[in-house]
């Protein structure tokens, strides 16, 4: 079996997945669909062929990949990478089964053991790490850390030329994003165990007092329209990286985590000791929010 | 339109129990609704109604098959004895075969699930189709398939042909769950089972070696007086710089 590995790269979000072959020690082709920037970027970060698929218009990279499948399939490579990005996968979905390759989410390592191919992912939920092995190609949605990489001489781009399947953009418009919510750098948001649309001043309380823009969950906007729509976080709404993310009376739904992925800390608040959100959260209180907020006040005050 | 939605293909990780020693027991977890199959039902649905069309429901494993027939569709096929596997193209290919046993079909809709996100993607390899996955809904007006999605802010609105692969990936919990007239007809409608031989398939997993807890810090809990807690959660912040 060749260690050859290809990385498949559709986003802005690929360092991990390129520093996760890399270990593999074999030959490394980048395909990288997208602006010509990105393309020069994948080829000085390590990569030994970049490959570039350049976008017509109006034309997203996923028309590509059953033609690209055929190309990746052709140079049979052991090791498919791509992200976990909705456009990475759908480019990995059609080139691993072109390949007759495992596919095999939630991958944070990759390692060679004699003539077999180790792959750690994470499983059920990211609770336990568990080790695969398999002794033909595999394809790996990576879903570990970004990382750096250092600058490498510049790998030759080639210009890929394949056919698009009839797939096209008709329309784009901005999805309201509340101001200030994107780049704050404290968020105190709320949900369900805010009982009353009069108490939600008693969190804008708490959030003035932290200097934090206020958001809350998707019911609060959506079903009971406390809060405008703009300002719901979560996998529909916005996904926001603030240094403190402070959830109150949140269970914290894997759709609401999703769109505080990049807080660097999150505080929750929340009466119930077996909350969903105590798992992800750094720092708890569990305690009565109606209690817990005055007291919080008062200690920031002091 | 011959709509297909892929239902219950997954089990339930919150079933999973994991031991200290970070190895698995998936004893209780059955396959089950996973929590956006309810918005692939609706966007198979929207396909179906709008084309005068029918959805056919596709389940695999020892769930419940007629999750999908409570919920107004009219048949359905289960390939009840397919095991669970860490193996995504494996149980995409199951899909694929038993797709291509109930034959012509123009579109399969299935959720985009955060835990199996390679399902999806590779049944659209294995069919050969075109794919788009992260929809957050999808319809057929004036006979063309199309389906929104955001991005980066945006909401894309895109046009593809069939045949297709859709991956829907729920906003929020919209399920509605059933009541006894839609139980009582769920089980006078047609629900064929399948079996791995029926398909030509005998899917061979990886091999799991061993697991392990992942190196990270559990979160610092403050449980007692609101004051006290305050303080503490405070200092805590404090210390870390974000306060």
Known sequence: MNTASWVLIASEAWRGALAAVQPLGGAVTAVVVGPRGLADDVATAGAGEVLWLEL?????????????????????????VANSDPTGRVLLGAASAQLHARL?????GLAWDGGKVLIRRAAVGGETIETLATDGPVAAIYSGDEVSLPASAPAPVSRLDVVAAAMRLVASEPVAVATGLDDAERVVSFGRGVRAKDDVAVVRGLAEALDAELACSMPIADDLGWLEKSRYVGRSGNHIKPAL???????????HMEGVRGAKVVAAINSDPEARIFQTADYGIVGDLYEVIPALIAEVHK | MKAVVVYKWARNAEDAMVRTDGSIDWRNARMAAGEDDPAALAAAKQIAADTGGAVIGLTIGDGDASWALARGVEQAFSVADAPSLADNGATAAILAAAVRYIGDVDVVVIGDSKQEPGVPVALAGELGWPALVGLHSASMPAGQLQAVRRVGGEQQTLNLATPA??????ESDTDQVPGMKELLAARKRPLTKLTLSDLGTAPVDLVSISCRKPDSTPSRVFDGEPAQAAAQLVAALRAEGVL
Do not use: F, H, N, R
């Not at chain 1, 109006?58 to 490579?77: C, K, S």
């Not at chain 1, 993310?245 to 759709?255: H, M």
């Open chain 2, 165 to 170: 692969v859709l991956g829907i990936s729920a």
């Open chain 1, 104 to 108: 095999v989410p939630g991958v944070v």
């Open chain 1, 245 to 255: 993310y402070l959830a109150v009376g949140i269970a914290g739904a894997p759709q």
């Open chain 1, 56 to 80: 017509a218009d109006g034309i997203p990279a996923e028309a590509y990949a059953g033609t690209l499948a055929v190309v990746v399939a052709a140079a049979a490579p052991t090791v498919l």
